[in-house]
């Protein structure tokens, strides 16, 4: 259960700490004193929107901490799963600052916030008018439905698997060409694009030699011009020997000293060396010289060659390697056209077994449905009796998706209500008001609640629209509900607020030309008068001993469930 609340610059409250009961806990207070703040702090720490907008004038940052204890063993064991231990208590905080930095922990370690949505998906229950709107949602009453019923995820999870073989097989059925005319267009292209591939006869690594082929052919005159002043700056010379020629006069003038010391002879060898290797980088030049001839036809092919390969690899994949595999699959799905008939009937057969499964499974989510509609809908009416609303009527009706599949089956429903006697049923969406709208929601909570797994249900103002003696019977209704789960309901009835095991006052009071808003749990007293005025009795001692009997009838009521 969630046993404490710490709030920290949220709106209008600077510090407040809010201890829970394991039964019924009621939040009340004047309009406008921050009842909502309560549930923003409890929505945003369970992981809900991130609004900076929330955090207090003149605070840089907000912060919410939540406490529970008692957990039931398999939400501790889904918890460890995650990667989290803990032994008695569950310590979840988050705090957002103004630049957006948003810092969520659970028991003092960082975690992702979708890990805290995860968690607390399954141990709290939060009702706000919006549940109010998704109710009269044709999907989301398919929800309901499949839950209260607890036996159709298995099967949803089989349908998927066979819905995403179907579509599988579709694409192997297509890449065999599909119907006779797609199948010769498929055939005409690919031979097409075999033959232009063939054609071009690309080879590995051509496309970068003919581009250093190029860069080179395009670069002839300065090549040669290089090259000739190489070869003549080594082997001629206008005022005196060539360069070979003086180092080769050098390499003579030692040769007649190397009896004479090592060192002569070492030296010897070396230029020597030199000068045999410099002859021979001269007759190489030489032979450039002699073969830099410009080819212009040879120039205009590789040209055009680049172009042709450049095209075919922006067709066919970008690179030799992309065409290549490009090439090959083509080949092989050519191949399967021409040559797959009697695998394109066993894929049409083995597809027509999925699409039977497929129809199977759709008929026994249909045929749990049905069943599990009929029990919901008998048991939210016998809540809705007792609620007073003696002759309504809600069923639940089943049309099929203009699809043949779909991952959640072929049922489409819808909610179908009546208030009144002797008047024919309607959609809920289209004919329920503010007040049956509340009872229609605590009828569904009560009636799920005996299947669900959350721990603690928190209701946004579940009287909405009520009154008088149904105040009374949703008064009772939240305390049975709360001898099996934990509730926590914002209110403004006397009737609930009596009813409640803890009450939670909220109120706004001002302070050194601020204004803040601080929670106080009533006992004695302060309770009586709270009870008092949301009776519409002033604090005298008349209302005072009109809001005392309320809470004594309250709790005589507690102590007979």
């Known amino acids: 259960m969630l046993q404490t609340l710490k709030i920290e610059n949220v709106a209008l409250i600077d510090k407040a700490t809010i201890e829970l009961d394991k039964n019924l806990n009621v939040i009340s207070g004047e309009t406008g004193?921050?009842?909502?703040?309560?549930?923003?702090?409890?929505?945003?720490?369970?992981?809900?929107?991130?609004?900076?907008?929330?955090?207090?004038?003149?605070?840089?940052?907000?912060?919410?901490?939540?406490?529970?204890?008692?957990?039931?063993?398999?939400?501790?064991?889904?918890i460890k799963e995650l990667g989290?231990?803990?032994?008695?208590?569950?310590?979840?905080?988050?705090?957002?600052?103004?630049?957006?930095?948003?810092?969520?922990?659970?028991?003092?370690?960082?975690?992702?916030?979708?890990v805290v949505k995860k968690i607390c998906s399954r141990i709290i229950d939060i009702h706000g008018?919006?549940?109010?709107?998704?109710?009269?949602?044709?999907?989301?009453?398919?929800?309901?439905?499949?839950l209260f019923s607890h036996q159709t995820e298995d099967i949803k999870i089989k349908l998927a698997e066979n819905i995403e073989e179907y579509k599988n097989i579709e694409k192997d059925i297509q890449s065999l060409g599909g119907s006779e005319k797609e199948k010769q267009n498929l055939i005409d292209l690919y031979t097409f694009q075999?033959?232009?591939?063939?054609?071009?006869?690309?080879?590995?690594?051509?496309?970068?030699?003919?581009?250093?082929?190029?860069?080179?052919?395009?670069?002839?005159?300065?090549?040669?011009?290089?090259?000739?002043?190489?070869?003549?700056?080594l082997t001629k010379s206008s005022f005196s020997d060539s360069s070979l020629d003086s180092i080769n006069t050098a390499t003579k003038s030692l040769q007649n000293i190397t009896d004479l010391n090592q060192n002569y002879q070492t030296l010897y060898e070396r230029l020597?060396?030199?000068?045999?290797?410099?002859?021979?980088?001269?007759?190489?030049?030489?032979?450039?010289?002699?073969?830099?001839?410009?080819?212009?036809?040879?120039?205009?092919?590789?040209?055009?060659?680049?172009?042709?390969?450049?095209s075919a690899f922006r067709k066919y994949g970008g690179d030799y390697e992309n065409l290549k595999k490009y090439y090959e699959d083509i080949s092989t799905k050519l191949d399967n056209l021409k040559n797959g008939e009697e695998r394109r009937?066993?894929?049409?057969?083995?597809?027509?077994?999925?699409?039977?499964?497929?129809?199977?499974?759709?008929?026994?989510?249909?045929?749990?449905?049905?069943?599990?509609?009929?029990?919901?809908?008998?048991?939210?009416?016998?809540?809705?009796?007792?609620?007073?609303?003696?002759?309504?009527?809600?069923?639940?009706?089943?049309?099929?998706?203009?699809?043949?599949?779909?991952?959640?089956?072929?049922?489409?429903?819808?909610?179908?209500f009546s208030s009144n006697l002797g008047f024919q049923l309607k959609p809920l969406n289209k004919v329920v008001s503010g007040g049956e709208m509340s009872r229609v929601m605590l009828a569904y909570k009560i009636v799920v609640?005996?299947?669900?797994?959350?721990?603690?249900?928190?209701?946004?103002?579940?009287?909405t629209g009520l009154s008088g003696q149904i105040a009374s019977v949703v008064a009772e209704y939240l305390a049975r509900l709360s001898r099996k789960k934990q509730v926590v309901a914002v209110s403004h009835l006397p009737q609930i607020c009596a009813m409640a095991d803890n009450n939670i006052k909220v109120e706004k009071y001002s302070t050194n030309n601020t204004t803040k808003t601080k929670a106080t749990i009533l006992e004695g007293d302060e309770l009586y008068s709270e009870i008092a005025r949301l009776m519409g009795a002033t604090?005298?001692?008349?209302?005072?001993?009109?809001?005392?009997?309320?809470?004594?009838?309250?709790?005589?009521?507690?102590?007979?469930?």
């Open 33 to 78: 004193a921050g009842k909502s703040i309560m549930l923003d702090s409890l929505g945003f720490v369970f992981g809900g929107r991130a609004d900076r907008s929330l955090i207090r004038e003149g605070a840089n940052s907000m912060k919410v901490e939540a406490i529970f204890n008692n957990l039931a063993q398999s939400h501790i064991d889904f």
């Open 84 to 114: 989290i231990d803990f032994e008695d208590e569950l310590f979840i905080s988050r705090s957002l600052d103004k630049s957006g930095k948003n810092v969520c922990k659970i028991n003092g370690e960082l975690v992702p916030v979708a």
């Open 129 to 146: 008018q919006s549940e109010h709107l998704a109710i009269l949602n044709n999907d989301y009453q398919l929800e309901i439905i499949d």
């Open 194 to 233: 075999i033959n232009e591939i063939d054609s071009l006869n690309i080879k590995e690594n051509e496309y970068e030699d003919l581009l250093n082929e190029k860069r080179e052919m395009s670069q002839f005159e300065k090549i040669n011009l290089n090259l000739v002043g190489a070869y003549d700056s």
């Open 272 to 310: 020597n060396s030199a000068y045999i290797e410099l002859s021979d980088i001269a007759d190489t030049i030489k032979d450039y010289i002699d073969n830099n001839i410009f080819d212009e036809v040879r120039f205009n092919y590789v040209d055009e060659r680049i172009d042709a390969i450049k």
């Open 345 to 416: 009937i066993e894929l049409i057969k083995k597809q027509e077994d999925v699409l039977s499964n497929i129809d199977k499974l759709q008929d026994k989510l249909n045929k749990i449905r049905v069943e599990s509609a009929k029990k919901l809908s008998d048991s939210m009416q016998i809540e809705l009796t007792k609620l007073g609303m003696k002759n309504a009527r809600l069923e639940v009706a089943f049309s099929r998706i203009s699809e043949r599949f779909s991952y959640s089956g072929y049922d489409r429903v819808e909610f179908m």
């Open 449 to 463: 609640g005996e299947v669900d797994t959350n721990e603690t249900i928190i209701f946004d103002e579940i009287d």
């Open 539 to 561: 604090a005298n001692e008349t209302g005072k001993i009109a809001s005392i009997e309320l809470k004594e009838k309250s709790n005589k009521f507690k102590e007979s469930l």
